[in-house]
């Protein structure tokens, strides 16, 4: 039985991945780090808790992080551990390199110390192609990031390479472009337009307010993109891979679906600060533009070239935005229903 070892095992991507690998027969270890409260909820939801082992990690601790992995000598690692909200790294760039770059030295250094046999998973980033340089961006654009996020990630994949070059370690970067799905973190903005139009419509809760209605996501669904992060670990070489849908859509278009989807018809008017979007039935604000929500610099434009995944992994992406928009948008609604 193949012991795995999954970082930021409560996060989005971690449950998904977990339950994966536990129907594969893995034996799973999921690393977190403490927290005063229960981070399990994800986990529980997928229905894998009580099929995978917990062990505490703080990834920016070397010795912590050599006993974890010394301890268990796992044969595939997933380093999905990450200060993953962009937003957030403008105010605590320190932290995000921590956690984001020094983390991953951490694990590898350990591997190499410890000679672990094992093939390693590095969770880079769409982030990292910034202000873009070509469109749409696949495996061979050069990287031009614009935030401290996409700073550290792109220091963690130039290292990933490194070692895999010096030291022949089977270390992959899978550069995964946006992925959501009803686990996803509140605070990222499909989730946060899916959740709090439901509570505008089942609780007449106060107008959403947003920033960059302009900005370009190339949107994909968690539970695939989880599945192309065990194909690439399963893929006879270690490589970097763009996993992407290759199509493209303005916050403005996602919030669209999703108000449609919730019962809304949704209609727009002003531009730039002046941006509103009303209820066409009886007139209702439902979301604005908010200054507070813009960043120190935005990505506004991103859509991944997936050819590489398609030709190599037999990559094709089944659940397209539309239908991510319509799954958030009846899952938060369900869900509050419930409460
Ligand atoms: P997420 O939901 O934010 O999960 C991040 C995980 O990292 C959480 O389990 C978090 O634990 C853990 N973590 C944070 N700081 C840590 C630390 N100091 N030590 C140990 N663990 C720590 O992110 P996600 O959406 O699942 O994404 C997974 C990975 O893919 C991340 O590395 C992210 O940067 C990257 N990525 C995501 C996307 C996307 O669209 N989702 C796209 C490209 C790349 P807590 O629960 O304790 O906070
Ligand atoms: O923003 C704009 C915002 O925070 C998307 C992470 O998983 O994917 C994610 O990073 C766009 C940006 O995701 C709001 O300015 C407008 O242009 O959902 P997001 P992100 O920054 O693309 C990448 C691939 C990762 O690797 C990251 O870990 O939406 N936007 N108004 C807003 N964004 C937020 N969060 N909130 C708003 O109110």
Known sequence: MPKTLITGISGQDGSYLARILVERGHEVYGAMRRGSTA???????VNVLDKIQM????ITEYANVQTVLSDIRPDYIYNLAAQSFVADSFHFPHYTS?????????????????????????????????????????????????????????AAHSL?????????????????????????????????????????????????????LSSVRDWGYAPEYTEMMVKMLDHERPDDFVISTNTEYTVREFLEMAAREIGFDPVFEGEGLKEKCYDKKD??????????????????????????ALNELGWQPKVLTPEIARKMAAYDLQLLNRK
């Open 283 to 308: 007139g209702k604000l439902i979301a604005y533009v908010n200054p507070k929500y813009y960043r120190a610099s935005d990505v506004v434009y991103l859509r991944g070239d997936n050819s590489k």
């Open 160 to 212: 990933v390479k490194n070692y895999r070059e010096a030291y022949g370690l089977f270390a992959t970067s899978g550069i995964l472009f946006n992925h959501e799905s009803e686990l996803r973190g509140l605070e990222f903005v499909t989730r946060k337009i899916t959740s709090w139009l439901a509570k505008v419509k089942l609780f007449n809760h106060e107008p959403l307010p947003l920033g960059n």
């Open 98 to 154: 921590d956690v984001n770059y020094m983390g991953v030295i951490n694990l590898l250094e350990a591997v190499r110390l410890l000679k672990l046999d094992c093939r390693i998973y590095q969770a880079s980033t769409s982030e990292m192609y910034g202000d873009v340089l070509e469109k749409p961006q696949s495996e061979t654009t050069p990287f031009n990031p614009m935030s401290p996020y996409a700073v550290s990630k792109l």
């Open 39 to 45: 981070k399990t909820d994800r986990l529980q939801e």
């Open 55 to 58: 062990c505490t990690m703080e």
